[in-house]
């Protein structure tokens, strides 16, 4: 995770639909899963590290849609398995 958000951040200014798209596929791969993840106790240092995948997608898919065409591009449901922590 630590990786992808360093991707991310670093080279974002310069990353085309493409690129970003490609990130949203490696991580279907990376939680396959179905069961929502727990929302964890926003009280605790931890939750940063728990909240990261949420945020991480919710960055992706706000600059997939910015910089796609809105004739081309599809916008994709929230994924069950963060459905709980982006509500």
Known sequence: MWMLMQCMFGISKNMSTYEYVTFMKLYD???PDTEPLPIPDLSRPHSVISMSVACLWA???RKSASLADPKVFKARAIPNILRPQLE
């Open 59 to 61: 960055n992706m898919h």
């Open 29 to 31: 791969h990376l939680y």
